[in-house]
């Protein structure tokens, strides 16, 4: 543990070479702005879990970097890219707010990043999960940390055709996030030889799934594939257990899971259903330190891994500040590029498409029985390593990479 303490703090160091002696932070504050849903189908997800995660960032890192005041401000896009916009819009133009942090919802996402490009300042994705915020669209001045839509794939989609699930219907949220997911699933799923049967679209947070699983359950698929997050996949999975889809023989494959949605399920609901993590609660030492921690300032919950993503992208954010000197956009991101980024026991590197290089699990749900306590969720069944998880560098569609 020293020695890569050692090593980590060294590429710091050399992060900061060449940086000038006058750099430094403008107005003296480093400001973080959440930017996330407060009220909606993800408030359990990010929502005040991901602004508690960026505070105890902020609060281990002491207040301050350089001398400067460290403030977090929080707002809620409520899913729709124009809120998000405007509000991203006052924090850049009028609230000196120098990094943007979290935003789920990929549709929201995409007008941050352009807003934040063309301002020149740092959008931390630690929430989004469209692969196309470092893939086409990215940008200098982000870095992306969130499991994204091709590594869910490679784990979740990937697993479920190899258990046996090889024909497929599709319940699309009908928005960036779903139609990527999805479209990333039935390609893999065709290279291994399966089938999809078809697919609908639903608007974000529908309340009444029961014409699109009725759709599902006479398609004949083996598998339905939910290609939405949040309360819409609590929603879809409850209403098609009420409808005999899982009695029936069919299986429900959650493309992005969170144990936030596992625990408002419940065991006899969620058992045996795979998902795809790259943080979950008691995977080592460093996770459940920060998460018992958490856990007894957030009514007793633990940290989803978009919570415990903002947690450890805003520390290598304010590293970064601290190694150079300087909250200049441009600066910072070239030394978080720079340096591993450390993550609850493991390290990963930025790669210079902006994508975080991290290892995740395959994991199952646990039945009522195999489960010791109340957040005793999951039993792990394979490691995916980075490399293998993400789109490789030599086939990313980023622009910053072309010549």
């Not at 200098?140 to 699930?165: C, M, N, R, W």
């Not at 956009?329 to 994508?355: C, L, N, Y």
Request: charged share 20%; hydrophobic share 40%.
């Amino acid at each position: 543990m020293k020695m890569r303490e050692t090593l980590l703090a060294i590429c710091w160091l050399v992060a900061a070479t060449g940086v000038s002696a006058q750099a430094q932070v403008s107005d003296g504050v480093v400001k973080i702005g959440v930017l996330n849903d407060q009220s909606g189908p993800y408030v359990d997800l990010a929502g005040p879990g991901s602004v508690l995660a960026t505070k105890m960032a902020a609060e281990d890192f002491g207040g301050n970097v350089n001398g400067a005041k460290i403030e977090v401000v929080v707002a809620d896009h409520q899913n729709k890219p124009d809120v998000g916009s405007a509000i991203v819009r006052r924090w850049l133009d009028e609230q000196q707010v120098d990094a943007v942090i979290d935003v789920p919802t990929s549709s929201v996402a995409m007008a941050v990043q352009e807003l934040t490009r063309q301002k020149q300042r740092v959008f931390l994705i630690s929430g989004a999960a469209s692969e196309t915020l470092s893939g086409k669209a990215c940008s200098p001045f982000s870095i992306q940390t969130s499991d994204d839509t091709y590594a869910l794939t490679v784990g979740t989609t990937k697993a479920v055709v190899e258990s046996g699930g090889d024909s497929w219907f599709f319940l699309t949220a009908d928005y960036v996030f779903g139609h990527l997911i999805e479209a990333q699933s039935r390609k893999l799923i065709e290279s291994m030889g399966g089938k999809v049967l078809g697919s609908v679209r639903h608007p974000q947070n529908t309340a009444d799934f029961a014409s699109f699983i009725l759709l599902a359950k006479q398609s004949g698929a083996k598998v339905l594939g939910l290609a939405n997050a949040g309360n819409d996949t609590i929603n879809s999975i409850r209403q098609a257990g009420e409808f005999g889809l899982v009695a029936a023989g069919q299986k429900m494959a959650g493309l992005i899971l969170f144990s936030s949605d596992i625990k408002a399920l419940g065991l006899n609901a969620a058992q045996g259903l795979m998902l795809t993590e790259s943080f979950y609660w008691d995977m080592n030492d460093q996770t459940r330190d920060f998460s018992l921690r958490f856990q007894k300032r957030f009514g007793g919950k633990m940290p989803t891994r978009e919570q415990a993503t903002a947690y450890a992208t805003a520390l290598h954010y304010l590293k970064a500040i601290k190694a150079t000197g300087t909250d200049k956009a441009d600066v910072v991101v070239k030394a978080m590029k720079e340096t591993p980024m450390e993550f609850f026991g493991s390290t990963g590197k930025i790669r210079a498409d902006g994508r975080f290089i991290h290892d995740l699990m395959l994991y199952q749900v646990k039945s009522p029985a195999e489960s010791k306590g109340e957040w005793d969720l999951y039993k792990p069944l394979r490691l995916i390593k980075g490399e293998d998880a993400f789109v490789p560098l030599d086939k990313s569609e980023c622009p910053l990479l072309k010549p």
